[in-house]
């Protein structure tokens, strides 16, 4: 009984040893593979630390321009005017997270995004809330396949 536990426990001490080997060996793969995650995720955090830099100077430019500026997504029909564009334009317009059917806007003004959508740009000489100035707006490619237009007023 003595030597067939004893040639037993030697079998078992054996296969032992060839489970830890596996088992290191996959220990050392993980290990490998965590570091080169977390390497991909520091350089995610960076990319994305970078975009929110860019991102952040952007809007800050955008705020910053001397002339009214607003940005319509005609997919969302989402609105996002500058500053200037607000005080351009009476306070009652504009009301953030209203959509563009919910906007009190003029008919001239809505007439005149009409227009873009079918030419793709329009320029006129107008005058809103008794400032004359150009009206200019364009088509933007939003990305993702989203449209939008882009309306600029430059006071005279």
Known sequence: ????NSIERYFLDKKNAELN???ESINKELTVLND???GLLEEKSNSLDLTDKILTLHENMFRS???AVCGIDLVNNELLPNPCWDDIM????YISGKSIEELIM???LEKFIEEIKTSGKVVEQTKINNVSGKLIGSL???GNNKNGVILVFIAD
């Open 106 to 108: 003029s008919e001239k």
């Open 36 to 38: 080169q995650l977390k």
């Open 90 to 93: 009476s306070k009652d317009w």
């Open 21 to 23: 080997t596996v088992v």
């Open 65 to 67: 321009l001397p002339v």
């Open 140 to 142: 933007a490619d939003l």
């Open 1 to 4: 009984l003595t030597i067939s």
